[in-house]
Structure formats: structure tokens, C-alpha cells
């Protein structure tokens, strides 16, 4: 079986279709400001568990003279450094209507 010629005279040809406009690159700002205040709540407290956990570690160290403590703040600050950097880039996400 073949195919009917289609190259004669009396063919029609389809025109190709357009191509589409390339969608606008994606803006995020709305959703940056459109967090839940929860999540800059809870960046300010990790701010302020870093601060603290560094305030640890120099009084222990300069004025207690206690190693182990001021070793346990930059632990602190280290942990929360890191759950801080962790909530910055995955957490708070965009606010969600029910």
C-alpha cells in the first residue's frame, strides 16, 4: 500500500504554525513580600540565637575562663547559623489561601 502523491498541482500546503512568544521570566518579589509574618519572626529569633550563642562563647571564654561553655555557644551559634540558612532558602514559602 502506498501513500496518495500529495506534490502535485492541487496541493494544499498547511502553514507552519507560529512559534509562541517565550513565556515573561518569572518575578519573585511578590513572593518574597508575601510571606507569612511567622517566618520573619522566626528569622529574627535565629538572628538573635546566633548573637546570643556568641555572646556565650566570649563571656565564658574571657570572663568565666570556662572552656566548655563558651565551646557550647559556638555550638549554639553554629546550629542556628545553620537552621537560619536552611529556613532563608526553603522555609516561609508562599502564603497559601484555604
Given amino acids: 500500500m502506498t501513500l496518495p502523491d500529495d506534490s502535485g498541482p492541487g496541493a494544499v500546503y498547511d502553514p507552519q504554525p507560529e512559534p509562541q512568544p517565550a ?6 518579589t511578590q513572593e518574597v513580600l508575601q510571606r507569612e509574618p511567622l517566618h520573619f519572626i522566626v528569622v529574627l529569633l535565629l538572628l538573635a540565637d546566633i548573637v546570643f550563642g556568641l ?5 565564658a ?14 555550638g549554639l551559634a553554629a546550629l542556628g547559623l545553620g537552621v537560619l540558612g536552611y529556613f532563608v532558602l526553603f522555609g516561609g514559602g508562599k502564603r497559601t489561601r484555604w
Fill in 23 to 28: 513565556p515573561d521570566p518569572v518575578d519573585r
Fill in 55 to 59: 555572646g556565650l562563647a566570649v563571656f
Fill in 61 to 74: 571564654e574571657k570572663v568565666l575562663i570556662y572552656r566548655p561553655m563558651a565551646i557550647m555557644g559556638c
